[in-house]
Structure formats: structure tokens, C-alpha cells
């Protein structure tokens, strides 16, 4: 339907409008979907609806870096993406790279801390759906582990 592309506190979004069917809205926001509800009036903002996978956070590490694993089961392999909205500062990780439960998969930066995003099991990476520089949103895909 609709694209727009908004900048919030120096991060692009790129925001679709895929349906709207009363109050109910489907979208995509830089590749994640979500289903949203408007309010009665058209003027006032939509409410977005977080992804369903909640990630989950692990004691902190050593240093500046928080250990997270975040998967969410996919039908195709597990999910690896992010516990919150930031900026992805490097991948570890290519297509084809065997990987082991807890392995750090990428850095993401948010609120000024350095988050380790880890493999929540074994396998072999089947897709890395972040480059070094992306901003990403809470749920967004990282990789796919298969």
C-alpha cells in the first residue's frame, strides 16, 4: 500500500503499510511484520505489537559486553534475533558457518552497552539477515540457525 521511511533518534525505519482492515493494520518495519491496532480516530498514532519471541537475558559478562540469547523457533531453523532495538557494531558469523550453543553470533550496540547475541544451540548458519552498521528493531532477525 503505503512506504514511509521515518528517522528516530538517528536510526532509519523503513515502514510498510501491508493491509488495513477497520482498526487492525498489517506492516513491515525494516523486514520484521507486525500487526498493529489503531485507535477509533484515524489521526491518532497506531499501537505496534512487539514480536511474540521474548528474548531472553543472561547474567553480564566481563567488561562492557552483555551476554543474550534471543531465539525464536522458525519452521525452517531457530530464530536468533534481537532483545532490543539497537545498532549491529559486527557479525561473526557467515552463511555455511557451523556454529555451537552460546558461540556470539554479533555485537549489537543499545543504550550505549555492548550486547553479545549468541547461538542458542548448534548448527550450521543458514541465514544472517543483518550487516555491520544495520539498525535493527526488538525481534529483529539476526541469523537462522539450522
Known sequence: MKTYKFKINGNDYNVE?????NQEMSIEVNGVHYN???ETEL??????????????????????????????KASNGNRV???????ILDVMVNVGDTVKAGQTVAILEAMKM???????????IKEV????????LEGGMIVVIG
Open 81 to 87: 534475533v534481537a532483545p532490543l532495538p539497537g545498532t
Open 114 to 124: 555492548e550486547n553479545s547475541i549468541e547461538a542458542d544451540c548448534d548448527g550450521t
Open 17 to 21: 503499510i501491508k493491509a488495513v482492515e
Open 36 to 38: 498493529v491496532t489503531m
Open 43 to 72: 489521526e491518532k498514532k497506531p499501537v505496534i505489537a512487539r514480536p511474540v519471541a521474548k528474548p531472553q537475558v543472561a547474567a553480564a559478562a566481563t567488561g562492557s559486553v552483555q551476554r543474550t540469547a534471543a531465539p525464536a
Open 129 to 136: 539477515g543483518v550487516r555491520k552498521g544495520d539498525s535493527v
